[in-house]
């Protein structure tokens, strides 16, 4: 016996099987990112007056990605729109924008993921605390950072005076106490936002990986049974809409709030 | 709808190629081969964790004495740190960090790589598609790929005792800092193979979850509504539903803390933690209770996922032996929905000692006295179920009336811990682990032994030896009361729990207050107990291996007499469980129905009984 | 019901997505498409405005995040035409997802007597 209601949807819930999986697991993934933003919201919440950072994401880059996973967001559906209406070739070619989106958004989300690892927070032994990125100049000797020097470490929280940068600020290696680069071990602010953005991405990849393989590989079933296919590519879009509507609540909550 | 080239059954299922050995049974994708495999793997684990245990009660009862021959080879297995030498400079005393270890992975080990994976793995996956007339789970591969997490989580756990530093010594709850902090030298050490570990398990329970929901829903024969359903289905229903919702924010928190452990973040790291008299280099500004939180929020409803698949077990199997219906069938479906809801809103009550306020306590307590009901509810069904039946005696009736009682006591001394005044004495005492252990040993696992033993002769063709079946539930009840009982003493004298020379450090001596010897000296009739229980198993395994080539036939595909649609499949069941598509015309405990010839009705016959002529019925 | 040129693949029975219904929709989908834009070019600017209280910053970060969630979801995911099951799922989840939010953060406030501080 075959399994029934693989395709054709069953008559009392209206639902293929496929389409019911995808949602139940959408549910749990809710929860997952649930969690993860209450457990943003508690350390928020709970942290120190002035200890938790302002406007250290470029919000442009941010609006960028933004724009990109909506337009993917798009073309997943009109794409799913151009099967249902026997439109092949026009499913190719949106289905090939949305994963064209998918890798300028993971370029843009690597190289800022890269600007932040290059951030330095340097502690002069002499009580002061320079701010910047590493330079290539630098050597063994001497670090050479762009950024500035600031009078605490407190004033580092505001991230919006970033623009008055010295171009070369030049530190001798040996009168560094401690220095540190922005990587999630830095606070909690940049400990969240690497997870949430990180695992975010890892859905990205995921969801890309999967559309990719129908688009490509997998396309002779459209020749083989249509409907199965038009399926298979309505419930990998259902999974790219999710992962768009997670960066929707992503993208204020963590640059610009 | 006519039926079109695309949707041929003939192109794949019937026939097919014989496939290899390897496809079969290693790579299947048959649900019965996924729960056989779940149950064997399971049962392998339950014996592994119930030997950490065994050993974890010869350190209570004579701390500081060498093991006897297991000691040494311990000693030789993972060295001089983890097992010691007594005063006598024998080989082979439990260290505590060993015993710590084997603490916190008893644990995990009988929670998730042992019940949940029986009870929702392998009698849900067996069962379920049976029972609601399927030809196999929804979603084949997506079952077999949720079994291979499964293995792998169990691979890592199992590896972890053997690198450097040994397993994971945090609790089976891994609470921060602690789980941080403690052999955080050593890396990868294993609490990060614990929290990998952890991952694989929450993945394959997710995609299980989501198999049996869709199959359930989507599934379910022609005729089988809703409320013909077996109850053994809606338990099963009902648990898939807690897995999917309140395994994700544990998901997320074992991130967060494997991102706490190696990237040194500080998710749950306090600002100005001290270890050992330094402060940490770390960020700061994280929250201990944020991963009790998380913890906890799927702690709760995971142990629901324990209890509820054996109730349903169990009911299937006392409306078989009493040859009645299920008295409240319908209160039980809705208790066990509400259960179900219920369980999301009481975790905090495992948090009661961290310093809440008063009410939001209340609030905890309040909903946690709340799912005491539907849970009493469904027991009373089960009791009055009892009442005017037939009773047969068999093995796995035993096993399930021993359950009825046994839940109650877990059940009911679970109410002193859901009041917050009175849990101020008796959390982390030994009260909770008698309490606990009674639900989910003589409870959930009492239930489990019913089930193999009633569905054996569904996947054998044979019984399983009576005689020995009968002994293996009068030993285990004997032991298990043995057992358990005496630890809620020790838990309301103050006993603490996870202590690695079982409170000696607190007994009282030379005037100095602390436990009485009395109290403390428990522990050795205690352990003996554990030590028969172990001993009581051992017919038992001969029993299942030995009857799988002797066990006396059954003659029949349907040799309990049950009306489920399991039983009116061949024995085992096919590849695709059912040649022709089934109709079911009738609920699903039609017992003792006026009918000349038999007195029962599987749901799926459509003809009506006779109607009597006069008097009783008579059996030709 | 004949709605369709793909005879032997669509199902005869109901079928909300049938071709003239998928090329309308089509049309809703760019007009949503569009509207999200916007709301991100609304949001960026909300964001620089300055409140005398932080909160309303927040406040409306989170109301044109979920106008933008509610369009992605009741649009582009079909929710808005989805059947019962899927809604009582989500219902559900949110709930749970609520509660967990809620309940945890009521219990590391004001009230308790640990806190991060």
Request: hydrophobic share 50%; glycine share 8%; proline share 6%.
């Given at each position: 016996m075959e399994i029934p209601y693989a395709v054709k949807p069953r008559p009392d819930t209206g639902l293929y099987n496929a389409k019911l999986g995808i949602w139940l697991f959408l549910a749990s993934e809710v929860m997952l990112f649930g969690a993860l933003f209450s457990s943003?919201?508690?350390?928020?919440?709970?942290?120190?007056?002035?200890?938790?950072?302002?406007?250290?994401?470029?919000?442009?880059?941010?609006?960028?990605?933004?724009?990109?996973?909506?337009?993917?967001?798009?073309?997943?559906?009109?794409g799913w729109a151009a099967l249902k209406m026997n439109q092949f070739k026009r499913y190719k070619l949106y289905q090939g924008i949305t994963i064209l989106?998918?890798?300028?958004?993971?370029?843009?989300?690597?190289?800022?993921?890269?600007?932040?690892?290059?951030?330095?927070?340097?502690?002069?032994?002499?009580?002061?605390?320079?701010?910047?990125?590493?330079?290539?100049?630098?050597?063994?000797?001497?670090?050479?950072?762009?950024?500035?020097?600031?009078?605490?470490?407190?004033?580092?929280?505001?991230?919006?005076?970033?623009?008055?940068?010295?171009?070369?600020?030049?530190?001798?290696?040996?009168?560094?106490?401690?220095?540190?680069?922005?990587?999630?071990?830095?606070?909690?602010?940049?400990?969240?936002?690497?997870?949430?953005?990180?695992?975010?991405?890892?859905?990205?990849?995921?969801?890309a990986i999967v559309i990719f393989a129908i688009w490509g590989p997998l396309a002779k079933v459209w020749e083989q049974d249509p409907e199965r296919y038009t399926n298979r590519v309505e419930v990998s879009g259902l999974f790219w809409h999710f992962v768009d509507l997670v960066w929707i609540f992503l993208f204020p909550v963590l640059y610009l709030l | 709808m006519q039926p079109t080239p695309h949707d041929d059954p003939h192109t794949h299922e019937s026939h097919h190629a014989e496939l290899g050995f390897w496809r079969k049974y290693i790579f299947s994708t048959d649900h019965k081969i996924i729960g056989l495999q779940y149950g064997i793997t399971a049962l392998l684990f339950m014996f592994f964790g119930f030997c950490l245990m065994m050993m974890m009660r010869w350190q209570l009862a004579y701390p500081g004495k060498?093991?006897?021959?297991?000691?040494?080879?311990?000693?030789?297995?993972?060295?001089?740190?983890?097992?010691?030498?007594?005063?006598?400079?024998?080989?082979?005393?439990?260290?505590?960090?060993?015993?710590?270890s084997f603490g916190a992975m008893h644990g995990t080990i009988m929670v998730f790589l042992a019940i949940v994976p029986l009870a929702f793995g392998?009698?849900?996956?067996?069962?379920?598609?049976?029972?609601?007339?399927?030809?196999?789970?929804?979603?084949?591969?997506?079952?077999?790929?949720?079994?291979?997490?499964?293995?792998?989580?169990?691979?890592?756990?199992?590896?972890?005792?053997f690198i450097p530093g040994g397993a994971a010594q945090s609790g089976w709850t891994s609470y921060s800092p602690l789980a941080t902090v403690t052999n955080d030298a050593q890396h990868p050490n294993g609490q990060t193979f614990w929290i990998f570990g952890m991952v694989c398990l929450i993945n394959s329970s997710l995609l299980g979850a989501v198999n049996f929901i869709t199959t359930i829903i989507q599934l379910r024969a022609k005729g089988l509504n809703w409320m013909r359903m077996p109850f053994f289905v809606w338990a099963q229903f009902v648990t898939a539903f807690l897995l999917l919702l309140a395994f994700p924010p544990l998901e997320a928190a074992s991130v967060l803390q494997l991102m706490d452990n190696l990237l040194h973040t500080s998710f749950f790291l306090p600002t100005g933690l001290m270890v050992s008299g330094q402060p940490l280099h770390i960020s700061g500004g994280g929250?201990?209770?944020?991963?009790?939180?998380?913890?906890?929020?799927?702690?709760?409803?995971?142990?629901?996922?324990?209890?509820?698949?054996?109730?349903?077990?169990?009911?299937?199997?006392?409306?078989?032996?009493?040859?009645?219906?299920?008295?409240g069938y319908r209160s039980m479906v809705y208790s066990v929905m509400v259960i179900g809801f219920l369980s999301f809103i009481v975790w905090a009550h495992h948090m009661y000692l961290t310093g809440m306020g008063t009410r939001i306590a209340t609030f905890f307590q309040t909903t946690t006295m709340m799912i005491s009901i539907p849970s009493v509810i469904i027991l009373t069904a089960l009791f009055i179920s009892l009442w005017g039946a037939s009773i047969r005696i068999n093995t796995p009736m035993l096993f399930a009336l021993g359950f009825l009682p046994m839940f109650g006591i877990g059940g009911l001394t679970g109410l002193p811990l859901g009041f917050n005044a009175s849990d101020i004495q008796l959390h982390d005492t030994y009260y909770v682990i008698a309490h606990f252990h009674y639900i989910v040993a003589p409870g959930t696992i009492f239930a489990l032994f019913a089930g193999i033993y009633f569905w054996y002769p569904k996947m054998t063709g044979?019984?399983?030896?009576?005689?020995?079946?009968?002994?293996?539930?009068?030993?285990?009840?004997?032991?298990?009361?043995?057992?358990?009982?005496?630890?809620?003493?020790?838990?309301?004298?103050?006993?603490?729990?996870?202590?690695?020379?079982?409170?000696?450090?607190y007994a009282e001596s030379g005037g100095v207050v602390g436990l009485s010897k009395y109290i403390v000296g428990l522990n050795v009739p205690i352990s003996h107990a554990a030590w028969a229980l172990g001993l009581a198993q051992i017919p038992f395994i001969i029993n299942f291996f030995y009857s799988i080539k002797h066990g006396r036939k059954t003659g029949s595909d349907n040799p309990w007499e049950a009306t489920t649609l399991d039983w009116q499949t061949p024995t085992p069941p096919p590849h695709g469980n059912f040649d022709k598509p089934v109709e079911v015309f009738r609920g699903p405990y039609e017992y003792s129905v006026p009918n000349p010839r038999r007195d029962f009705i599987p749901q799926n016959e459509p003809s009506q009984p006779e109607p009597l002529t006069h008097g009783n019925p008579v059996r030709s | 019901?004949?709605?369709?040129?793909?005879?032997?693949?669509?199902?005869?029975?109901?079928?909300?997505?049938?071709?003239?219904?998928v090329r309308k929709h089509v049309r809703t989908y760019l007009i949503v498409g569009v509207a999200l834009m916007c709301g991100t070019v609304l949001t960026v600017w909300a964001s620089l405005i300055h409140f005398d209280s932080r909160a309303m910053n927040i406040a409306l970060a989170l109301l044109i995040a979920s106008t933008k969630g509610f369009l992605v979801a009741g649009f582009f995911m079909h929710l808005i035409s989805e059947k019962k099951m899927i809604y009582s799922v989500l219902a559900f989840t949110v709930f749970f997802f609520a509660a967990l939010m809620i309940l945890t953060l009521w219990s590391m406030g004001h009230d308790s007597i640990i806190q991060i501080r």
């Amino acid at each position: 016996m075959e399994i029934p209601y693989a395709v054709k949807p069953r008559p009392d819930t209206g639902l293929y099987n496929a389409k019911l999986g995808i949602w139940l697991f959408l549910a749990s993934e809710v929860m997952l990112f649930g969690a993860l933003f209450s457990s943003y919201i508690l350390l928020r919440v709970n942290a120190e007056e002035g200890t938790w950072p302002h406007h250290w994401l470029n919000i442009w880059l941010g609006m960028t990605n933004t724009f990109v996973l909506i337009l993917s967001s798009v073309t997943v559906v009109l794409g799913w729109a151009a099967l249902k209406m026997n439109q092949f070739k026009r499913y190719k070619l949106y289905q090939g924008i949305t994963i064209l989106c998918a890798l300028v958004f993971l370029c843009i989300k690597s190289f800022e993921y890269r600007d932040k690892f290059m951030h330095y927070e340097v502690h002069l032994k002499d009580g002061r605390i320079a701010d910047g990125h590493k330079q290539p100049e630098s050597t063994d000797k001497v670090l050479v950072l762009e950024g500035r020097y600031v009078a605490s470490h407190a004033e580092l929280m505001e991230g919006e005076v970033h623009h008055e940068a010295e171009p070369r600020i030049e530190i001798p290696r040996d009168q560094i106490a401690s220095m540190e680069n922005y990587g999630p071990w830095h606070n909690t602010y940049t400990a969240i936002y690497f997870t949430l953005t990180g695992l975010h991405a890892l859905h990205v990849i995921g969801g890309a990986i999967v559309i990719f393989a129908i688009w490509g590989p997998l396309a002779k079933v459209w020749e083989q049974d249509p409907e199965r296919y038009t399926n298979r590519v309505e419930v990998s879009g259902l999974f790219w809409h999710f992962v768009d509507l997670v960066w929707i609540f992503l993208f204020p909550v963590l640059y610009l709030l | 709808m006519q039926p079109t080239p695309h949707d041929d059954p003939h192109t794949h299922e019937s026939h097919h190629a014989e496939l290899g050995f390897w496809r079969k049974y290693i790579f299947s994708t048959d649900h019965k081969i996924i729960g056989l495999q779940y149950g064997i793997t399971a049962l392998l684990f339950m014996f592994f964790g119930f030997c950490l245990m065994m050993m974890m009660r010869w350190q209570l009862a004579y701390p500081g004495k060498a093991l006897p021959v297991v000691g040494t080879w311990l000693y030789h297995l993972l060295g001089p740190e983890m097992v010691g030498k007594d005063a006598a400079g024998h080989v082979g005393v439990i260290m505590p960090d060993l015993y710590n270890s084997f603490g916190a992975m008893h644990g995990t080990i009988m929670v998730f790589l042992a019940i949940v994976p029986l009870a929702f793995g392998a009698f849900g996956n067996f069962v379920t598609p049976l029972q609601i007339g399927a030809p196999d789970m929804a979603f084949p591969r997506v079952n077999m790929a949720s079994y291979q997490f499964y293995f792998l989580g169990g691979v890592i756990m199992f590896a972890s005792f053997f690198i450097p530093g040994g397993a994971a010594q945090s609790g089976w709850t891994s609470y921060s800092p602690l789980a941080t902090v403690t052999n955080d030298a050593q890396h990868p050490n294993g609490q990060t193979f614990w929290i990998f570990g952890m991952v694989c398990l929450i993945n394959s329970s997710l995609l299980g979850a989501v198999n049996f929901i869709t199959t359930i829903i989507q599934l379910r024969a022609k005729g089988l509504n809703w409320m013909r359903m077996p109850f053994f289905v809606w338990a099963q229903f009902v648990t898939a539903f807690l897995l999917l919702l309140a395994f994700p924010p544990l998901e997320a928190a074992s991130v967060l803390q494997l991102m706490d452990n190696l990237l040194h973040t500080s998710f749950f790291l306090p600002t100005g933690l001290m270890v050992s008299g330094q402060p940490l280099h770390i960020s700061g500004g994280g929250s201990p209770l944020l991963w009790q939180h998380l913890f906890w929020f799927l702690g709760h409803p995971e142990v629901y996922v324990l209890i509820l698949p054996a109730m349903g077990i169990v009911t299937e199997i006392i409306a078989n032996n009493t040859r009645k219906p299920i008295w409240g069938y319908r209160s039980m479906v809705y208790s066990v929905m509400v259960i179900g809801f219920l369980s999301f809103i009481v975790w905090a009550h495992h948090m009661y000692l961290t310093g809440m306020g008063t009410r939001i306590a209340t609030f905890f307590q309040t909903t946690t006295m709340m799912i005491s009901i539907p849970s009493v509810i469904i027991l009373t069904a089960l009791f009055i179920s009892l009442w005017g039946a037939s009773i047969r005696i068999n093995t796995p009736m035993l096993f399930a009336l021993g359950f009825l009682p046994m839940f109650g006591i877990g059940g009911l001394t679970g109410l002193p811990l859901g009041f917050n005044a009175s849990d101020i004495q008796l959390h982390d005492t030994y009260y909770v682990i008698a309490h606990f252990h009674y639900i989910v040993a003589p409870g959930t696992i009492f239930a489990l032994f019913a089930g193999i033993y009633f569905w054996y002769p569904k996947m054998t063709g044979r019984f399983m030896n009576e005689f020995w079946g009968k002994v293996h539930f009068g030993l285990s009840f004997l032991f298990m009361n043995l057992l358990f009982m005496p630890m809620f003493v020790q838990g309301l004298e103050g006993m603490s729990r996870r202590m690695y020379d079982g409170a000696a450090t607190y007994a009282e001596s030379g005037g100095v207050v602390g436990l009485s010897k009395y109290i403390v000296g428990l522990n050795v009739p205690i352990s003996h107990a554990a030590w028969a229980l172990g001993l009581a198993q051992i017919p038992f395994i001969i029993n299942f291996f030995y009857s799988i080539k002797h066990g006396r036939k059954t003659g029949s595909d349907n040799p309990w007499e049950a009306t489920t649609l399991d039983w009116q499949t061949p024995t085992p069941p096919p590849h695709g469980n059912f040649d022709k598509p089934v109709e079911v015309f009738r609920g699903p405990y039609e017992y003792s129905v006026p009918n000349p010839r038999r007195d029962f009705i599987p749901q799926n016959e459509p003809s009506q009984p006779e109607p009597l002529t006069h008097g009783n019925p008579v059996r030709s | 019901m004949s709605d369709t040129n793909l005879t032997s693949v669509t199902s005869a029975s109901v079928d909300e997505h049938s071709m003239e219904e998928v090329r309308k929709h089509v049309r809703t989908y760019l007009i949503v498409g569009v509207a999200l834009m916007c709301g991100t070019v609304l949001t960026v600017w909300a964001s620089l405005i300055h409140f005398d209280s932080r909160a309303m910053n927040i406040a409306l970060a989170l109301l044109i995040a979920s106008t933008k969630g509610f369009l992605v979801a009741g649009f582009f995911m079909h929710l808005i035409s989805e059947k019962k099951m899927i809604y009582s799922v989500l219902a559900f989840t949110v709930f749970f997802f609520a509660a967990l939010m809620i309940l945890t953060l009521w219990s590391m406030g004001h009230d308790s007597i640990i806190q991060i501080r």
